[in-house]
């Protein structure tokens, strides 16, 4: 019994820590969402406002275990398809891009531990986002000098 108990309390704090990732990279992503738009990079808006938008706590807290399972799969896909997006991008601005690379260790690692690779695909849209910054500030650069921006 105990170490049912056990097992239940660490899954428990797992989706506790899920549930708290998520919180903060649908913060993170709407706030791309906006850089973006302002730009005009409408189509990386587009795709990083869909996985933030299943995100949001009370959007993950109102589905049941099931159905969260298979919007979690869903964003993994189209964080990893966004993740190649984002990378074309830093190497077409000339920009260090690292964040698949970390996310391909933490997958290797987590599947050793016999665990789910969700919490790494998290961390990538996590870092996809955070590295954004960068990439908006180097296309608008870009962009000026091509005469492009008014």
């Known amino acids: ?6 097992a239940w309390q660490m ?18 992503g709407y706030g791309v969402v906006e850089k973006s738009i302002l730009i005009g990079e409408l189509e990386l808006s587009n795709q990083f406002r869909w996985i933030a938008g299943y995100l949001m706590p009370e959007r993950m807290s109102a589905l049941t275990p ?13 964080t990893k398809e966004l993740s190649d997006v984002v990378q074309a991008k830093h190497i077409q601005h000339h920009l260090a891009f690292s964040c698949i690379d970390l996310h391909d260790e933490c997958v290797r690692k987590r599947k050793r531990q016999k665990k789910s690779p969700y919490l790494c695909f998290l ?6 986002a955070r590295s954004m910054t960068a990439l908006l500030a180097a296309i608008t650069a870009a962009a000026a000098a091509g005469g492009l921006l008014r």
């Open 123 to 128: 961390a990538l849209y996590i870092c996809l």
């Open 11 to 28: 899954a428990r704090n797992d989706e506790e820590e899920i549930l708290a990732l998520e919180k903060e990279a649908s913060q993170l």
């Open 1 to 6: 019994m105990t170490s049912a108990h056990g």
């Open 66 to 78: 099931a159905q969260r399972r298979h919007v979690r799969q869903q964003i993994s896909k189209r």
